[in-house]
């Protein structure tokens, strides 16, 4: 069995991670990312550009994996008419990045600015936050 899956998906082998998520993708499941939580060591905000890498690596396109994690779930909760597209009278939160993702996902990290709850937080106001959230860290530590 896993040699014919391998053939029919072009690889030599199909096992794990990887070739589920192409037998998926080849079948039109639809995914939805969200490993954006604080559970254990993922870190908001970081965690969801390692998981969008990851739908990449495993055979999705960069194109699906941002809609997996902006379109897809506000479909999955029935809240497309309010939010998961940047649309006039539709709910956002923005990153503005300065590269493309669609050439690179690894592009995502490159983040400009953020828009959230209408308020622009310029890469200055970023770094302080990051750097105030460091900074608390180490004295909880």
């Known amino acids: 069995m896993r040699e014919a899956a391998a053939r029919q998906y072009g690889h030599n082998e199909c096992h794990g991670y990887r070739c589920r998520q192409r037998r998926i993708g080849v079948r039109g499941v639809p995914i939805g990312a ?3 939580t604080p559970i254990l060591i993922s870190l908001p ?3 969801l550009h390692s998981e969008l890498e990851m739908l990449v690596r495993a055979g999705r396109s960069p194109l699906e994996a941002i809609r997996s994690a902006t379109v897809r779930p506000a479909e ?3 809240l497309a008419d309010e ?3 940047i649309d006039e009278g539709k709910k956002a939160d923005l990153v503005l990045l300065n590269a493309n993702p669609l050439e ?3 592009h995502t990290r ?3 600015a953020v828009v959230s709850k209408g308020k622009l937080l310029t890469r200055k106001d ?3 936050l990051i750097a105030a959230a460091h900074s608390v860290e180490r004295g909880v530590q």
């Open 76 to 78: 999955f909760f029935s």
């Open 110 to 112: 490159q983040i400009a």
């Open 45 to 47: 905000g970081y965690s």
């Open 34 to 36: 969200g490993t954006d």
């Open 126 to 128: 970023l770094s302080e």
């Open 83 to 85: 939010m998961g597209t």
């Open 104 to 106: 690179n996902i690894a």
